[in-house]
């Protein structure tokens, strides 16, 4: 049976650079960032995701340098892979989607057909594979709290499994902030990106932010805030702390804070539980992420070079 099992899209992304040149074909997605932060450091972790049958070579090569199991990866002939296209301004990342389930019908009632391939995608049960049913962590990154995997994923909680949720939050219309947070109490650990943190919160101070989110039922909270770090805390010590950000050349930040979520699993896992543990890993995860146009692959390459950072982020570590 595997330690983590990773539920996330499989994107392939055009990212627009610092300088305006646009790097085209690239394969993203929470999904496999996600899996690429828990690789880091754990071998046994499994990839529950959805592509079509349109999936190249190159994309379906690089799934495997990430040396995860992938017989959680459904191909279908009648949707199209997502894809997607991510605008940098002013060093920030804003995702626009070109294929997006979120986008509102047309006046007449009708969807797009860009609307429609996702819904097509998403709506689709994944069957689990055996060696899927029992994990210790189940980590979604959603933004769809009524999607069959969370059913799924809370089906895993019954039996054992710890269950993180990485939510994907409109900030922009906050069409979906009442069905997330209404989840969180079944969620064990949850990291939500600072403007979805802060905005929900409608405080700016990470200290009551956090002392919001700890309200909401999950266990431990970890929320992104870039270039900052991140906060976290746990209900098992009620402290809270600073995480800071690993120094390195920041070459696209898309998919960092995906590849947080999968090391805080593997965080909790390795470090018996402790938030700071947790953070630390997670902070690392994303370090390599930052490193990179597209994604790393073979994350065991960098693990001496990651215990290397997690010594110095452990040594930077404050409390909140």
């Not at 953070?279 to 001496?304: C, D």
């Amino acid at each position: 049976m595997l330690d983590i099992v990773i539920y996330g899209k499989i994107i392939i992304d055009d990212i627009r650079l610092d300088g305006g040149s646009i790097a085209r074909g690239l394969l993203g997605g929470g999904g496999p960032q996600a899996a690429f932060g828990a690789r880091l450091w754990n071998d046994s972790v499994g990839l529950l995701s959805r592509a079509g049958e349109d999936l190249e070579g190159e994309h379906r090569s690089a799934l495997a340098s990430l040396d995860v199991d992938l017989r959680g990866v459904a191909y279908y002939e009648d949707v199209e892979t997502l894809r997607a296209r991510q605008p940098r301004d002013g060093g920030r990342v804003t995702k626009r989607v070109t294929k997006r389930v979120t986008k509102p019908p047309a006046a007449d009632g009708s969807a797009t057909a860009e609307s429609e391939n996702w819904i097509r995608m998403l709506s689709r049960p994944l069957e689990l594979p055996v060696s899927y049913r029992r994990p210790r962590v189940v980590h979604l990154i959603t933004e769809y709290a009524g999607e069959p995997m969370v059913a799924a994923a809370l089906a895993l909680r019954e039996q054992g499994a710890l269950l993180s949720l990485e939510p994907l939050i409109n900030v922009d219309r906050w069409a979906n902030q009442h069905e997330i947070v209404a989840l969180l109490p079944r969620v064990d650990l949850v990291t939500p990106d600072w403007p979805s943190a802060s905005g929900l919160a409608g405080t700016d101070d990470p200290r009551r932010v956090l002392e919001y989110w700890s309200r909401l039922g999950a266990g431990l909270v970890a929320v992104r805030n870039a270039e900052h770090g991140s906060y976290v805390w746990s209900r098992h010590d009620n402290r809270s702390w600073h995480i800071p950000a690993v120094a390195v050349r920041v070459e696209d930040p898309t998919g960092a804070g995906n590849s947080y979520g999968g090391g805080l699993c593997a965080g909790w896992l390795c470090g018996g539980g402790s938030a700071v543990r947790s953070g630390a890993h997670a902070a690392v995860s994303a370090s390599f992420m930052l490193e990179h146009v597209g994604m790393p692959i073979a994350p065991r390459q960098y693990r001496a070079a990651a215990q290397r950072r997690l010594r110095a982020v452990e040594s930077k570590i404050e409390p909140l």
